[in-house]
Nanobody, 128 residues
Framework: QVQLQESGGDSVQSGGSLRLSCAAS????????MGWVRQAPGKEREGVAA???????SYADSVKDRFTISQDNAIHTLYLQMNSLKPEDTAMYYC??????????????????????WGQGTQVTVSS
């Protein structure tokens, strides 16, 4: 059974940085898409970043050039480095994953919502 566990959420001031982690267990498929989705109170979910097993990544325009998604396949962990944080980045951040047939399949942020596996979320709060 696949389990995803996020960590790293915190409260920071505007302009600060955080790194979120997502530890995956029980995942045996070698080709996958993984990503981060966030949801603020009263707002719709927003796909933030996605990456495939080959390392190809995509980003939402709202976080491009500030956030970086990466992975450490050796320890089955996904990361989201968030720099230059803004109050509008405040949200619950969720890690998600899904199997794909080809490791070269490109993973886009607007496809994250259909992923099969989800974590419980980690809260990020950015104050001005």
């Amino acid at each position: 059974q696949v389990q995803l566990q996020e960590s790293g959420g915190d409260s920071v001031q505007s302009g600060g940085s955080l790194r979120l982690s997502c530890a995956a267990s029980g995942y045996t498929h070698s080709s996958y898409c993984m990503g981060w989705v966030r949801q603020a109170p009263g707002k719709e979910r927003e796909g933030v970043a996605a990456i495939n097993s080959d390392g190809w990544a995509s980003y939402a325009d709202s976080v491009k050039d500030r956030f970086t998604i990466s992975q450490d396949n050796a320890i089955h962990t996904l990361y989201l480095q968030m720099n230059s944080l803004k109050p509008e980045d405040t949200a619950m951040y969720y890690c998600a994953a899904d199997d794909v047939t080809d490791s070269r399949s490109r993973c886009y942020v607007d496809g994250i919502y259909a992923y099969n596996y989800w974590g419980q979320g980690t809260q990020v709060t950015v104050s001005s």
